[in-house]
């Protein structure tokens, strides 16, 4: 089995694929603070919670955002997992030309996207990205990362809200009973959730006016279900789209490094 990591500002989220299949999938709140003991000890007991075990792996493949924590994690898989993990970063095979400038500055989650629209869905496509920052990104017909657009995302807005305004108390993010709030907890609910609504709908809009009317829209991110209840402009709900990347990448690269290994044995003998 494969297991899929990716390593996000406010989330890591893991997948364990079965050949193409997902199967157990989590999201964990990332943990600045957390140690490679403390992850490892993690990911073994969710593996043990879905009947599985280190022997049980075949590969893991991981993307991170993150830069301080992607050590700490890897050190994990190793001395825990009893692997070294395949990290999506320069020189690694992902399918996808990158048109963004400076490439490197594309982060590996919509590298994964991008590597995953190419070959489920196909291009010209819109991710957006309902993440710690919500992210619009444009893949064009033939599967290139061409750029896209950058806001804050609904936890960020909602935080600095709350923070700036001594008056306005914390609320979940859920859909109030109408859009005029009769109260205040409800008003910022319609005020973040119909506002963001209106925010994807007028960014779609501009980005089918540059892909073309083909367009297909696709929404992951842990919010993704939430916000797409509410808009039809939202075509395919993907919440697991950069485990499937991952899992398409490490796919690429494997018979490179199956390749590798069995010259260098032959050279050894």
């Known amino acids: 089995m494969l297991l899929c990591i990716d390593i996000g500002n406010t989330n890591l989220t893991l997948g364990l694929y079965n050949g193409e299949t997902l199967g157990p999938r989590w999201r964990l709140a990332t943990d600045h603070d957390r140690m490679p003991d403390e992850y490892g000890l993690q990911f073994l007991g969710l593996l043990t919670h879905a ?88 893949i064009s017909k033939e599967g290139d990362y061409l750029g896209g657009a950058i806001a804050p995302g609904l936890g960020i807005a909602a935080d600095a809200l709350f923070q700036r305004a001594a008056k306005l108390t914390r609320v979940d993010l859920a859909r109030p009973p109408s859009v005029i709030g009769r109260n205040t907890p409800h008003a910022i609910q319609s005020g973040l959730l119909f506002g963001y609504v209106g925010l994807v709908e007028g960014m779609v809009a501009r980005f089918r006016r540059e892909l073309g009317p083909e367009m297909k829209v696709i929404a992951t991110g842990g919010l993704s279900e939430i916000v797409a209840r509410e808009t039809k402009v939202l075509q395919i709900i993907a919440p697991w789209l950069t485990l499937e990347g991952l899992r398409i990448i490490w796919r690429l690269n494997r018979g490179e490094k199956a390749a590798g290994h069995k010259a260098r044995r032959q050279v050894d003998r």
């Open 51 to 138: 009947g599985r075990s280190p022997e049980d792996l075949t590969g893991i493949c991981l993307a991170s955002v993150v830069p301080p924590l992607t050590p700490r994690v890897l050190e994990a898989c190793q001395r825990y997992l009893q692997q070294d993990p395949l990290v999506v970063d320069a020189g690694v095979k992902t399918g996808v030309r990158v048109r963004y400038e400076p490439p490197r500055a594309v982060g590996a989650d919509r590298v994964c996207d991008a590597a995953a629209v190419r070959h489920i869905y196909g291009g010209p496509a819109c991710v957006v990205d309902f993440g710690t920052a919500t992210t619009f990104n444009a």
